[in-house]
């Protein structure tokens, strides 16, 4: 069965410091894998995707996410955050078989001390 | 540009009465189109797809329905509101093979 997993509920990080958001995923094929930011009271936006190639991807805002297969992970990292950062940031999972039903991990709440 | 739009943002409603939650995507033809349910503080639920006009999958029950009348239009509705219809219902688009999902700012649903 697909699953994703999102170990931390809330994260509480200073400004400046570095971040590392935690996702574990369950899926017996070739996953494509997303991290999406809910800022309060807004729809989801995209930060990054993994399908294939190089397991560190870049995305907006200075994100970066590696994936790994041998640990079934997809970690998020971003080295230094600012105040806006704080959101809820979800892991997805989709089968390589298309998005007719993504998988959304509970989501962490990342709270930025100034 | 492709722009997603949700209506209405916010509504109150008594158990009991009827709801429509409208979405409406500009700019891309013949796109996928999603409804997801998130309870307050919670994941995201997907509820329905439809990858053509007419034609919706229904993904969970949850004593809702949805119409995909026009290509660009995809409605989300019922004719009996329940407490636990509460939440916050995102609108979202894909194109036809692609996994990345574009969404809606969200309509935000009080049932009291």
């Known amino acids: 069965a697909q699953s994703v997993t999102q170990p931390d509920a809330r994260v509480t990080v200073s400004e400046g410091a570095s971040l590392q958001l935690r996702c574990k995923y369950s899926y017996s094929g070739t996953p494509y894998l997303f991290w999406y930011v809910q800022y309060p009271r807004q729809g989801l936006q995209l930060l990054l995707k993994y399908y294939s190639g190089d397991p560190v991807v870049q995305g907006v805002n200075g994100f970066e996410a590696e994936f790994s297969k041998s640990n079934s992970s997809f970690h998020l990292r971003k080295a230094s955050v600012h105040w806006s950062d704080s959101a809820v940031y979800f892991c997805?999972?989709?089968?390589?078989?298309?998005?007719?039903?993504?998988?959304f991990g509970s989501g962490t709440q990342l709270t930025v001390m100034p | 540009a492709q722009t997603i739009h949700q209506w209405p943002v916010a509504e109150i409603k008594a158990v009991g009465s009827p709801l429509s939650l409208g979405c409406t995507i500009k700019g891309k033809s013949s796109p996928n189109l999603y409804w997801y349910w998130q309870a307050t503080g919670g994941t995201l639920q997907q509820l329905f797809y439809?990858?053509?006009?007419?034609?919706v999958e229904s993904v969970v029950q949850l004593n809702l329905s949805a119409s995909r009348p026009k290509d660009d239009q995809f409605i989300l509705s019922t004719e009996k509101l329940l407490l636990s219809h509460s939440g916050f219902y995102l609108c979202a688009w894909s194109t036809y093979s692609g996994n990345t999902l574009y969404f809606g700012e969200g309509s935000r649903l009080i049932v009291v």
């Open positions: 997805v999972l989709s089968s390589s078989s298309g998005s007719w039903q993504l998988i």
């Open positions: 439809s990858i053509t006009v007419g034609q």
